[in-house]
């Protein structure tokens, strides 16, 4: 019985010792957790407002682009609502773009009230000057290219917008086809009926064409004597 009481009496002690040695492990590893929150504690909050200021810059940025977008929408509304095209020209002149590609926007819209104007060499002064910015989209550069190159008859040669419109039709721009379309004026403008014909004949076979563009070379066709309906026999 002694016995028995000493094996129990050592067993508590044993286990008495386990649980020292534990709370002593237990509170060896806060304190080793407390040194380090104090020693690195300012890296996790350096993060934490890092992480929370950089959200709200970006909300910030996105707010403030969104903003000056409406403004921008709203100026051109109010400016294209004046009956007076000196009124509406001179709004949307006064129009501050929030970028480049803004910039585009207001060009074209000025080129449209310039057009027909007194004033073609002003037109595409304008919008040759937009083109010069090197962080205009590409397809914002190629469009303004194709209007300058519409409105060029008076001071490009057929050879030279012939070159032009070539280069614009390369498979990839988006006015290719415009392009094409372009082309094949050219060249009846040159009287090369055949030539004329066999680019309109192509543009009509294109999966890429427009029922607007489709329309207008059909039309063609019939006016130059050929049965559009021929082409894809």
Not at 71 to 87: Q, R, Y
Not at 105 to 128: D, F, R
Not at 133 to 159: M, P, Q, V, W
Request: proline share 2%.
């Amino acid at each position: 019985m002694k016995l028995i009481d000493h094996y129990l009496s050592l067993e508590q002690i044993v286990s008495d010792t386990d649980s020292f040695l534990q709370e002593v492990s237990e509170e060896l590893r806060r304190d080793r957790l407390y040194r380090n929150i104090r020693k690195y504690g300012w890296l996790a909050i350096l993060l934490v407002v890092l992480v929370v200021g950089g959200a709200t810059y970006r909300e910030y940025l996105k707010s403030k682009a969104e903003t000056a977008a409406q403004l921008f929408g709203t100026s051109i509304i109010a400016a294209l609502g004046e009956k007076n095209i000196d009124d509406r020209i001179s709004k949307l002149q006064k129009i501050n773009a929030p970028g480049d590609n803004a910039k585009v926007v207001i060009a074209m819209l000025l080129s449209a009230e310039l057009n027909g104007s007194e004033s073609p060499t002003l037109e595409k002064s304008s919008l040759s000057t937009i083109t010069e910015g090197s962080s205009i989209d590409a397809h914002y550069r190629e469009l303004l290219n194709f209007k300058i190159l519409l409105g060029s008859a008076e001071t490009l040669s057929l050879e030279e917008r012939a070159t032009a419109f070539e280069a614009l039709s390369k498979p990839g721009n988006p006015f290719r086809l415009l392009a094409e379309e372009q082309l094949a004026l050219i060249e009846l403008e040159q009287g090369y009926i055949d030539n004329a014909v066999e680019k309109i004949s192509q543009i009509l076979l294109d999966a890429e064409l427009t029922a607007g563009l489709r329309n207008r070379a059909t039309q063609m066709m019939i006016a130059l004597g050929k049965d559009p309906e021929l082409i894809n026999n």
